[in-house]
């Protein structure tokens, strides 16, 4: 849909449907080399078409960047406008939180860097103000905590306002290493591009790179083979699965649960051994490429990958079992760090988050107080998903023990898709891996979007091309992205030492949202 800029926040309002397809994301491009102006882009999930709902408003080159601000409408939105106008300078009205986001003290006013009149290598300095929200009164205080951790995890300064032990406010100051990734592939090639992207996070790497060759693929009308679609599905399960089964011996690190944490860590290290044979690098990079995935997978891996699995399946449930039967720790968890449906609801979050906080209406199909599963692996049925036999996941108290429960539930799933796989892979005969795309086209004033589900929600990218089939804007946004909000939030009445037992639960990652 089409749109003038000021019937932007009337049009995402019916866009949303009272939150019946939830924001997906916001994204502006500058598309003046190509003959137009800026342009901002809303994309809501569609569950009932299975697809991707997208409004655009163009804004002239010359113009005023000014419109009404839609966050007070979709609370979800809250980040992306400030992101906008970090990055092109619009300027959204009755935005309650204009401060920086991305762009921190070191950067000057004025400076939008995905304009297309800075370079590159543009050096921009600066001095400005940050100010962290705090709440104000007699008896309160306030606790600084980082940017640097004592943890080999990348910086994020979080200010808490405290009336006694509990935390009334969370305020949370991210993107210092940000790394320009959207600006640095512009009028790259998408090969030349496919290094960066499945960089940009190591734990999602099989994920973001999955989800650009989707936006490239459907440029092509290419065919990816049916076996490297296969091999693709198993890598994003195997991901998932090394993922959910560290992070929930992770969790445990914010109670100091010394046992489960040290079993958790060794069923990662077994499972990212079997990612360095299926792909000669543990994280699964240089697997998939856009057409199809670079290496076949032999009986010979199959076997040993059913071998792994089953020791893994048998000592996760192991690990399982000593946590729920600690009662002081199940006490610990249990209420805390809690996201209300009608919160992640609201903030649009995705992946565990999401389900954890989800309310069934005796369907599968359904989230939150109205909604979708808020699993693309369903809702949009990405790839072959469709035909495997798998459930979503779901708790309704979400909590960090919630969290847990969905992480769990998402292991036994992966755990039935990969031998599912397994058995397709050996009764397929097929030998072709990839095709070659061709020539790369779009629909002139269109861009092409590709999604796949990480362990931490869906990944989202957005692809527009120039005349040459050279990348003009890409888009990247992670699951971490609309689920970081909703962590100031959860620890609201908790006290400080459940911080990192929170914050676990969530497991955010930095690197995702400092692309």
Not at 4 to 30: T, V, W
Not at 84 to 95: K, R
Not at 176 to 199: N, Q, S, W, Y
Not at 287 to 316: S, W
């Amino acid at each position: 849909m089409l749109v003038k800029p000021e019937n932007l926040r009337g049009a995402a309002n019916i866009c949303s449907d009272s939150g019946k397809r939830p924001l997906a994301a916001m994204f502006g491009a500058d598309e003046t080399l190509q003959g137009g102006g800026l342009s901002i882009y809303c994309l809501f999930y569609n569950a009932a078409k299975r697809d991707i709902d997208v409004l655009k408003a163009p804004f002239p080159a010359d113009g005023p960047l000014e419109y009404q601000s839609l966050t007070t409408l979709l609370p979800a939105a809250a980040w992306y406008e400030r992101e906008l106008h970090d990055m092109f300078g619009f300027e959204p009205q009755g935005h309650p939180d204009m401060r920086p986001l991305v762009l921190h003290e070191s950067f000057p006013k004025g400076f939008h860097p995905l304009l297309k009149k800075y370079p590159k290598d543009y050096d921009a300095r600066g001095n400005r103000e940050y100010e962290m929200l705090t709440s104000q009164g007699e008896g309160l205080f306030e606790v600084p905590v980082g940017p640097i951790h004592a943890g080999i995890i990348e910086p994020g300064h979080f200010r808490f306002s405290q009336a006694g032990e509990a935390m009334l406010q969370l305020d949370a100051k991210l993107f210092f290493t940000h790394r320009g990734i959207e600006k640095a592939v512009e009028g790259l090639t998408p090969m030349e591009a496919l290094p960066i992207v499945e960089r940009i996070c190591g734990a999602c790497s099989v994920a973001n790179t999955l989800s650009f060759c989707q936006a490239v693929e459907k440029c092509s009308e290419a065919e990816v083979p049916y076996r490297a679609w296969l091999i693709r599905t198993l890598a994003a399960e195997m991901e998932r699965l090394y993922n959910h089964v560290g992070d929930t011996g992770n969790i445990c690190a914010g109670v100091g649960f010394s046992p489960v944490i040290s079993m958790g860590a060794r069923l990662k290290e077994y499972l990212m051994q079997l990612n360095e044979m299926l792909a000669g690098n543990r994280f699964l990079r240089g697997l998939i490429i856009p057409g199809g995935v670079q290496y076949d997978v032999t009986d010979a891996m199959l076997e040993e990958i059913e071998e792994v699995l089953r020791e893994v399946e048998a000592v996760y449930a192991d690990m399982v079992h000593i946590m729920w039967e600690q009662a002081n720790f199940v006490n610990r968890i249990r209420t805390t760090g809690r996201v209300r449906p009608e919160t992640a609801f609201d903030l649009a979050m995705v992946g565990v988050g999401a389900r954890a906080s989800g309310r069934t209406r005796g369907s599968s199909s359904s989230w939150g107080p109205r909604g979708s599963t808020r699993a693309s692996r369903k809702d949009i049925g990405y790839g072959i998903y469709d035909e495997l036999d798998f459930e979503v996941i779901t708790e309704t108290a979400g909590d960090v023990e919630a969290r847990i429960k969905v992480r769990i539930g998402e292991v036994a799933q992966s755990l039935k898709m990969v031998r599912q796989l397994i058995s397709k892979l050996r009764r397929n005969a097929e030998t072709q891996l990839a095709v070659e795309l061709g020539e790369l086209q779009q629909e002139e004033g269109h861009f092409t979007w590709g999604i796949s589900e990480s362990a931490r929600g869906d990944n989202l990218h957005c692809l527009l091309l120039d005349k040459e089939g050279r990348i003009e804007r890409l888009f990247v946004r992670s699951a971490s992205y609309p689920n970081w909000p909703a962590l100031t939030v959860a620890v609201q009445g908790d006290i400080i030492p459940d911080f990192p037992l929170i914050n676990k639960s969530f497991e955010l990652c930095y690197a995702c949202i400092d692309r």
